[in-house]
């Protein structure tokens, strides 16, 4: 089947779709999470093929744990369906509203894009999450996943249409699209009018060849080049616990630190102590000329400070002032998840004034730039862009508004 019949009938059930209650949402969000879990063995079996031929291929450790699913993650993806089903319904709330001087009655509600397509490179688990809440935000999904996730992909697409259509709802809400050429994502970018809007998560390039060769209005996630600042006066205690978490607690997220910036008052004192437990937990520093000087640290080159390393590499850079740090995330930051490490108010409030990201963390990890650490449930992504929506992109910011004029025969 084309693409474009396929986002045709996925406008046909977002029309049905659009026009569901909560309770009937929330009913097949409910029924697709107890089928995932059921249906565990076969989706294992299914991505098995997929990590097979990903090591054959020679896909990076890091992109192979993306790609990898277990009952455990699985049961994690039903947790998010299940998380949905307990959040409010988005759709028909009243953003805002009033009654004109004229009498008119104003109202501002939120209502479903309609017809959502979702390209996303590895990460099966993306699936389900995507379907899950576009479904509760009464949008149809087409969902192209990368080639390296064919057999996974497939597997859970057919688990949750079968849910979705058992309770009641259009099936063609959740569609998978054809990863076995390019053809279907240069289709998908080309659906205008049939397609309402385009979300590409994946690496840079992806998201550029969409945000520049799309037709389809296009909300843009980016990468994650995430820095953590240790300040003058942060508490070291607290910073190596940060810097660990945000760096070792999963590599191949977006959210994790890929640069450490030092102030150059902790450089004898609080630098060697993180670079040894950095290096004691198996990353590689790739530091600057005032880090290179210690033991087992790599000389960073310029590409190093631009890398989203996605594995256990860090590039460490010591900064005279908390000036510095800013200056330097805004040369090499991707505008994603920026942290500082201090007991300073002013420096915290200077910091989260002067850097552009969609996220700044206080004295936390950057691993908590997360739709289900934020209590949003599952997300669709997190956009790093200044219209519509910016930051881990919940149930609100996968609806738009129509206003709802209510007269008692008003004329002009």
Partial sequence: MSVLQQAADARIAAIDLASAIRSEKDAALLLMASRLVERADDIVTANAVDVENARTSGLSESMIDRLSLTTDRITAMADGLRQLAALPDPVGDVIRGSTLANGLELRQIRVP????????????????????????????????????????????????????????????????????????????????????????????????????????????????????????????????????????????????????????????????????????????????????????????????????????????????????????????????????????????????????AAAVMINASTRFTDGGEFGFGAEIGISTQKLHARGPMGLPELTSTKYVVTGNGHTR
């Fill in 113 to 356: 894009f309609g017809v959502v397509g979702i390209i996303y490179e590895g990460r099966p688990n993306v699936t389900a999450d995507a379907a899950g809440i576009c479904l509760k935000s009464g949008n149809a999904v087409l969902l192209r996943g990368s080639g390296s996730a064919m057999s996974s992909n497939a597997a859970i697409v057919s688990v949750l249409r079968k849910a979705v259509a058992d309770a009641g709802l259009p099936a063609d809400a959740i569609q998978l699209l054809d990863a076995s050429s390019r053809d279907s994502v240069k289709e998908l970018m080309r659906a205008r009018g049939l397609v309402d809007v385009l979300i590409p998560r994946g690496g840079a390039s992806l998201i550029r060849t969409v945000v520049e060769e799309s037709t389809v209005p296009v909300i843009e996630t980016g990468v994650g080049n995430c820095h953590v600042y240790v300040d003058e006066a942060a508490d070291l205690e607290k910073a190596l616990a940060v810097v660990l978490n945000s760096k070792t607690q999963r590599l191949s997220t977006c959210n994790t630190a890929e640069t450490l910036l030092v102030n150059a008052t902790l450089a004898e004192t609080f630098l060697p102590l993180v670079v040894e437990e950095l290096i004691n937990a198996g990353v590689t520093i790739h530091g600057d000329p005032r880090v290179a000087t210690l033991d087992g640290v790599v000389p960073a080159t310029d590409e190093d400070w631009d890398k989203e390393y996605l594995s256990a590499d860090i590039a460490v850079a010591v900064v005279d002032t908390l000036e510095d740090a800013l200056d330097h995330i805004r040369r090499h930051g991707t505008g994603h998840t920026e942290a500082i490490v201090s007991e300073n108010v002013t420096a915290t409030r200077r910091f989260t004034a002067g850097v552009d």
